[in-house]
């Protein structure tokens, strides 16, 4: 009775397909795996047929043991026996491929019966936006020294980066001196908002400062608006001078219409460098003005419609305060977050399929005879 050869390089050779048909699996499934969830606990069941299945396959004597390549001990010591070589290893490892598609096909079964699902987070955002209007006030007296370079120059770097905080709001400009138009219509095309503010300039209406007019200008632009919130911000340098409409009117009215209005008070404490005349070149003559702004109207207007008063007596202060609007004005969201699945499960029943039927064609063609 001859026994069967215990050799390591043949053991080692029929290891190879099972490795190579573990390892693929395994290099799919670490590629496939982020973002994927286990959703049955059946796989387990195909890991347990699996191990069995490796287990028959690598037992000497048993049911799965290949035939015909066995060498018996006697032949082993022989001073004439071949050397192994490059062409036993292809045989043995070509023997076991039948095999070694199985294990492909189980295991592949196995992951197919965790059902791996691949899941997204799908999230619907929707707003309750602000609509808002930057009401600036273009007086002559915005030209005064008393911030870097000028009162406008400095209001307007600040609204601009004020706008660029505000990315899901509607956003408008409205221009005052004597008089009041409305730069640019609320928007959510901030760019077109920042140019409307950069080419604000003194002298492109009748003088004088008509706070009202600008506060009613802003309020008709707001109060078509289906928007949850409304909100007019207005800055002034002075005392309301011209116009047909009080300040306190156009509070009135912003009020019914439910718009918030925060007021904002330019210039330092004190006097202040600023322009009292015009030279015969253009340019502007500068002396020394106390520096008046009517407070107790600003602070009524913005108590009669929900807002605050601020005062601005420096840059730095005026970057702050619309800091703090912005922090009093949030745009609030709604996420609608859900989950989606989506079965992952088909290529893996499929690769199975393909795998078995491969060793059923092999085991029935061309290694019929040796695996008979």
């Not at 670490?30 to 049955?40: D, F, T």
């Not at 019966?113 to 808002?132: K, W, Y």
């Not at 609030?332 to 893996?348: C, D, H, I, M, P």
Request: proline share 4%; aromatic share 8%; glycine share 8%.
């Amino acid at each position: 009775m001859k026994m069967r050869d215990v050799n390591w390089r043949p053991l080692a050779a029929r290891t190879i397909p099972h490795a190579m048909a573990l390892l693929g699996v395994a290099v799919a499934w670490g590629a496939e795996r982020e973002g994927v969830i286990c959703a049955a606990e059946w796989g387990w069941l195909g890991m347990a047929i699996l191990a069995l299945h490796l287990a028959l396959t690598f037992w000497p004597t048993g049911p799965y043991a290949t035939q015909g390549m066995w060498w018996s001990p006697s032949a082993l010591h022989k001073a004439d026996t071949p050397a192994w070589t490059l062409r036993d290893w292809g045989v043995w490892t070509w023997l076991e491929v039948p095999k070694g598609l199985r294990t492909l096909g189980l295991v592949a079964l196995s992951v197919a019966l965790f059902r791996p699902q691949t899941a997204s987070t799908v999230e619907n955002m929707t707003r309750e936006g602000i609509d808002m209007v930057l009401a600036m006030d273009l007086s002559g007296s915005m030209l005064s020294k008393d911030f870097k370079p000028n009162r406008l120059e400095s209001a307007k770097e600040v609204a601009m980066e004020f706008v660029d905080s505000r990315p899901f709001d509607r956003i408008g400009v409205v221009a005052y001196e004597g008089e009041a138009f409305t730069s640019v219509p609320i928007t959510t095309d901030h760019i077109v908002v920042k140019n409307g503010l950069d080419q604000l300039n003194t002298g492109q209406l009748q003088g004088g400062t008509a706070i009202g007019t600008g506060l009613a200008t802003a309020v008709n632009r707001l109060k078509g608006s289906e928007a949850e919130s409304k909100v007019v911000v207005l800055l002034t340098d002075g005392e309301n001078n011209a116009g047909q409409i009080e300040p306190r009117d156009a509070a009135q009215l912003a009020e019914l219409n439910g718009i918030r209005v925060y007021t904002i008070g330019v210039g330092t404490i004190g006097k202040a460098k600023s322009p009292v005349a015009i030279l015969p070149n253009g340019k502007y003559k500068y002396d020394w003005v106390d520096v008046r702004i009517d407070e107790a109207t600003l602070q009524e207007v913005a108590k009669a419609t929900g807002g605050r008063y601020f005062r601005a007596t420096n840059e730095d202060k005026l970057e702050e305060i619309y800091q703090e609007i912005d922090t009093l004005e949030r745009t609030q969201f709604n996420v609608l977050r859900y989950q989606r699945k989506t079965e992952a499960s088909g290529a893996w029943v499929l690769l199975a399929m393909v795998a078995l039927a491969l060793e059923f064609v092999l085991k029935s063609t061309i290694l019929k005879s040796a695996n008979g």
